[in-house]
T-cell receptor, first 114, second 109 residues
Framework: SQTIHQWPATLVQPVGSPLSLECTVE??????LYWYRQAAGRGLQLLFY??????ISSEVPQNLSASRPQDRQFILSSKKLLLSDSGFYLC?????????????FGPGTRLTVL | GQNIDQPTEMTATEGAIVQINCTYQ??????LFWYQQHAGEAPTFLSY??LDGLEEKGRFSSFLSRSKGYSYLLLKELQMKDSASYLC??????????WGAGTKLIIKP
């Protein structure tokens, strides 16, 4: 069976500090991978998605970046965090099959920037 | 542009029935998902509709009308644990999921 891991679960960082969030998927090959951010009480905002190693599409211009160094590893980074980067970060995976692309989410990372 | 509309918040009573509506305008349509998200947790899959009609799964049912760009999620015999946000998402012509902002459902005893 497939599983998705995210860490850390919670993070408190000062403004201007760097960020690295990691997501790994097990039990599937060549998945589509996604990074979302969710502000308190709001919907999901797609930040990045990847259809393969080294292939990253950015949906929202910002001070965040993403990388996919391995097939089942997806990393979200920032060189200098802003207060507005606070939120709930979710990683997800999917495998498109016959038009069906259910997304499966990791447990999330709650980031607070102070 | 692409747009998905859901009510922001709904309140219902334990044991009752509630219907959460979702209307969408997207570039193409390849299916509609409903997800449940409890506070502080990740969304989890509830249902999927790609053809018109009703899909039933236990206490939960989901309906789709592609000609009207409309879906609803029906929750029966409400329980306190059903208090959560319910997210509607549509797969567009590029097979990307377009997400609604979610409906927060509050269940009162």
């Amino acid at each position: 069976s497939q599983t998705i891991h995210q860490w850390p679960a919670t993070l408190v960082q000062p403004v201007g500090s760097p960020l690295s969030l990691e997501c790994t998927v097990e039990g599937t090959s060549n998945p589509n991978l996604y990074w979302y951010r969710q502000a308190a009480g709001r919907g999901l905002q797609l930040l990045f998605y990847s259809v393969g190693i080294g292939q990253i599409s950015s949906e929202v211009p910002q001070n965040l970046s993403a990388s996919r160094p391995q097939d089942r590893q997806f990393i979200l980074s920032s060189k200098k965090l802003l207060l507005s980067d606070s939120g709930f970060y979710l990683c997800a995976w999917s495998v498109l099959a016959g038009g069906y692309n259910e997304q499966f989410f990791g447990p999330g990372t709650r980031l607070t920037v102070l | 542009g692409q747009n998905i509309d859901q009510p922001t918040e709904m309140t219902a009573t334990e044991g009752a029935i509630v219907q959460i509506n979702c209307t969408y305008q997207t570039s193409g349509f390849n299916g509609l998902f409903w997800y449940q998200q409890h506070a502080g947790e990740a969304p989890t899959f509830l249902s999927y509709n790609v053809l018109d009609g009703l899909e039933e799964k236990g206490r939960f049912s989901s309906f789709l009308s592609r000609s009207k760009g409309y879906s609803y999620l029906l929750l029966k015999e409400l329980q306190m644990k059903d208090s959560a946000s319910y997210l509607c998402a549509v797969t567009d012509s590029n097979y990307q999921l377009i997400w609604g902002a979610g409906t927060k459902l509050i269940i009162k005893p």
